[in-house]
């Protein structure tokens, strides 16, 4: 059956080596479906240690509406492939939703929620984004998004009121800003180079995600695998090639010495108004501002192009909510993910969490720091970023940090189109 996974390939979807055998992922586990007190205990695996106390309250509150369901949060998510290869999966889990984790879809890993009426309530944009990795089956449901982090150009409102720069609805206009900026002694962004994936998430991502259908072209490279060469019209050099130029031009605007500075130090300067801009997600709020209070912040999308009709923000569709294919707890597992997607549940979460509600009917974002991206949300100018879709054994980290220090543009291409090229040879992506 499709469902039936081997040690070796759940091992080779989770980027680790292992031992050949056969692992049904069945309803056979050990753990029994309801206990003698007629409690049924269902295992919730989520992604976020942070958020650890906001589900301990969820998890009350559904028990108390729920008396017959116990459930157990479990925050380690390094638990999850191990869990696969006992047999012995969360019945119920949350996951950030990129390559490895629509590898896990493919696989069967998770059931089809099509038919789930809480689901029925997410947008359809919004779903759309996570079935475009790709489906088991032609039409089956196996995610559904429960929270999308919107990432762009943080920048400060004070020092932009100061210098009388309008947040800039175009590539030149961005450009212009970064200018006025220096030219008055501040950096336009503060540069966090040292640590290689804020210049994927934030450079690469945003001006690839600006100026190509992300999502399309890694639809058509991947239907390729390995039969591609460097002058193929699906490859990286003649689809990323263009955009090159302006990911060496933000990286430029950075303060002398970005090469040196981490993620870390970029949340301290930048509170300390060190510079303009920041390109980071929301992630970087909280630090920023429990560094100083006092600090007004803002969120605007890059312009990559001077039609601002082109302009779209990059998201992390940080989490999906899925269940387990074979739980022999599929019932209780269906009422908790249906209250999880409940308003009170979902907008609440992304509220506090400076991110989007994928429902419906989600309230008005009205929060300064995020209130620049939410248009651009609302009406589905949004992508995941070109970073999220390469394996896990693709260093694009550091063929990136090698691009902004080297600058050799070519050499990059080479690289990348050469190892996408080796990685598809390998596992038949």
């Known amino acids: 059956m499709n469902a039936l996974l081997s040690r070796r390939s759940l091992f080779k979807v989770a980027g680790v080596a292992g031992a050949a055998a056969v692992l049904p992922l069945t309803g056979c586990g050990s753990r029994a479906g309801v206990g003698t007190d007629g409690v049924t205990t269902l295992r919730f695996m989520q992604n976020k240690p942070e958020v650890v106390a906001y589900f301990n309250q969820v998890i009350k509150d559904f028990e108390a509406r729920n008396p017959d369901v116990r459930v157990v949060q479990d925050y380690n998510e390094g638990n999850f492939v191990p869990s696969l290869v006992r047999n012995d999966p969360p019945d119920v889990m949350t996951r950030g939703f990129a390559k490895e984790t629509a590898d896990f879809v493919h696989k069967g890993i998770f059931a ?5 009426p809480a689901a029925s309530a997410i947008d359809p944009k919004a779903q759309e984004l996570v079935n475009s990795w790709g489906r088991y089956g032609q039409d089956e449901t196996s995610a559904v998004p429960f929270s999308l982090a919107a990432a762009g150009v943080i920048y400060n409102r004070d020092i932009f009121a100061a210098h009388n720069v309008a947040v800039p609805e175009t590539w030149d206009e961005f450009v212009a800003a970064c200018g006025t900026f220096k030219a008055a002694g501040i950096a336009p962004i503060y540069g966090t180079h040292k640590d290689s994936w804020t210049l994927r998430q934030g450079a690469f991502d945003y001006v690839t995600g600006g100026t190509l259908d992300v999502a399309g072209f890694f639809s058509r490279i991947y239907a390729k695998g390995a039969k591609i060469s460097q002058d193929a019209p699906e490859s990286f050099t003649n689809n990323f090639g263009p955009a090159l130029p302006q990911i060496l031009q933000l990286a430029a605007f950075a303060q002398p010495g970005a090469e040196t500075k981490n993620y870390a130090d970029g949340n301290a300067a930048f509170a300390k108004g060190q510079a303009a801009m920041y390109l ?10 429990q560094a100083n209070k006092d600090i007004k912040l803002g969120t605007f999308p890059l312009p990559a192009t001077n039609n601002p009709a082109d302009t779209k923000v990059r998201v992390n569709v940080d989490m999906v909510l899925s269940i387990a294919r074979h739980t022999p707890r599929r019932e209780a597992a269906e009422r908790f993910l249906s209250y999880l997607l409940t308003p009170e549940v979902v907008n609440s979460y992304n509220q506090k969490h400076a991110a989007f509600s994928p429902l419906k009917a989600a309230p008005a974002v009205v929060d300064p720091q995020i209130s620049g991206v939410a248009a651009h949300m609302a009406e589905g100018r949004y992508y995941q ?3 999220t879709y390469f394996p896990p054994s693709v260093p ?9 220090y080297s600058k050799d543009s070519g050499r990059f291409l080479a690289d990348v189109d050469a190892e996408w090229r080796r990685v598809a040879e390998r596992t038949a992506i």
């Open 112 to 116: 089809d929620l099509t038919g789930l």
């Open 280 to 289: 980071q997600g929301p992630w970087a709020l909280s630090p920023i501002i």
């Open 385 to 387: 970023g070109a970073g």
């Open 396 to 404: 694009m980290n550091n063929y990136i940090q090698s691009l902004v």
